[in-house]
């Protein structure tokens, strides 16, 4: 082999790829659960690793010392304790009342190492509404903005929350209405064929979020309550009218329901009683970036989930040549084969609900913002678990992929930063 040729190859597989901190070793086999399974404590350190390798973020410090990573609260050390207060006191003081303008730098900066939560006091969902834009970052606005979102989601309920039966009977009554205006005739119309179809559609939609909402995280009391399911019912009728081009696909329920949850659990009550209607414009402001993935005339487009897919390979291509060449040349492992639900669902059928709250943070801080970031995310997990994927066959890595194992996030997240400003454009 020619020195040029073993320098591509070094090349093509980064040093510290080959690191023991990115491989994950087998797990025993247990039942899939469609939900993920929520970790257990992060194992004892591993041995220091060599200099090539940095050493994680100080987020798995600020964040690990206080949760599992399947987001229990266990007990904490002195030092897994300040770390926690410090890094809360960072946010508080990052959107401290004094301030009259968020600095969103610094506030990403935060999210990225972690957004802290329990001991009575939670920033999370304050955080979330501004990395989402649904805040303005001057303070004196908030109070002005809340009123008006708020009240144009009542006026949207008022609007959108007809059943298709009872449009069906106004149309019928607006027909006769012009009907009697035009003929004088006692006897109305029976709307188009057109209309027809349009509200046997809406009445699919209908029942596919009814089935929908009530599969949304059955393990977890908080969506099995009535009102929480008629809240995510009310939120995803009015989106799938007001935005035609996406409608409801199926699966939106499981991105609408981390951020209901962030904001229904607010402790200012203020905020918890009209989370209905913030979940609504943060949901839009989130499925804004991502759009183009549930638009199904866009799926072979430039910008539709299959050029999202074929980034993904690019994108592993370019950081572990070997990885890709094993999963799409020898094992034609392709990305539509495991990532599409990666994508569309932002990781929330891979991991614990409550990890995936933490995944968010990272996501949602990311200055490359959330489509860049999700996609670094999906490609550091296909190198987290490279040496299992190298040795494996189709079957094997498929059903890998598609359960995808039990992790350590920070770890996750720190590879996830390392491919930061190389999206293929």
């Excluded at 194992?43 to 050493?55: D, G, H, Q, R, Y």
């Excluded at 300040?82 to 006191?89: E, G, K, P, Q, S």
């Excluded at 009530?214 to 009310?234: G, I, V, Y």
């Excluded at 229904?264 to 979940?279: F, H, I, M, R, V």
């Amino acid at each position: 082999m020619t020195r040029e040729a073993m320098r591509r190859k070094a090349k093509a597989v980064p040093e510290w790829l080959n690191s023991p901190l990115w491989s994950t070793p087998p797990l025993a086999s247990t039942p899939a659960d469609p939900y993920g399974t929520d970790f257990s404590p992060p194992p004892a350190p591993s041995p220091k690793p060599s200099p090539s390798v940095p050493p994680p973020p100080m987020r798995e410090q600020a964040v690990d010392s206080y949760a599992g990573r399947g987001g229990e609260i266990r007990e904490e050390d002195g030092a897994g304790a300040a770390l926690r207060a410090h890094l809360l006191a960072d946010f508080k003081a990052a959107v401290r009342l004094s301030k009259k303008v968020v600095n969103m730098g610094e506030l990403r900066r935060l999210a990225c190492l972690g957004v802290p939560d329990g001991g009575g006091t939670d920033v999370r969902p304050l955080v979330w509404k501004l990395l989402l834009g649904y805040l303005p970052t001057e303070r004196s606005l908030w109070p002005y903005e809340l009123e008006k979102k708020r009240s144009q989601y009542s006026a949207y309920k008022d609007e959108f929350l007809l059943n298709p039966s009872e449009k069906l009977r106004r149309i019928e009554e607006s027909k006769l209405s012009r009907k009697k205006e035009l003929t004088g005739e006692r006897n109305g119309l029976l709307p188009s064929s057109s209309e027809n179809i349009h509200v046997i559609q809406e009445s699919e939609i209908l029942e596919q979020i009814d089935r929908d909402v009530k599969r949304t995280h059955p393990d977890k009391s908080f969506f099995s309550a009535k009102s929480n399911q008629e809240s995510l019912r009310r939120i995803l009728i009015i989106f799938s009218r007001l935005y035609p081009s996406v409608r409801y696909v199926q699966g939106l329920n499981e991105v609408l329901a981390p951020l209901f949850y962030v904001l229904k659990n607010d402790l200012d009550t203020s905020n918890s009683t009209s989370a209905e209607a913030d979940t609504f414009f943060c949901f839009v402001e989130l499925i804004s970036g991502f759009k183009n993935n549930y638009c199904k005339h866009l799926d072979n487009s430039r910008v539709g989930i299959r050029s999202i897919l074929s980034k993904l390979s690019q994108l592993l291509k370019k950081h572990d040549e070997e990885l890709w060449r094993h999963m799409e040349v020898i094992t034609k492992v392709y990305p539509q084969y495991y990532a599409f639900r990666w994508i569309t669902l932002l990781l929330t059928m891979e991991f614990s609900f409550n990890v995936c709250i933490h995944i968010w943070d990272a996501m949602l801080g990311d200055p490359e913002g959330p489509p860049d970031t999700l996609l670094r995310i999906c490609c550091a997990m296909l190198i987290l678990v490279r040496k299992r994927l190298l040795v494996g066959d189709f079957t094997a890595n498929i059903q890998l992929l598609q359960h995808y194992p039990q992790t350590n996030i920070d770890h996750l997240l720190h590879i996830a930063n390392r491919l930061r400003g190389t999206m293929p454009s």
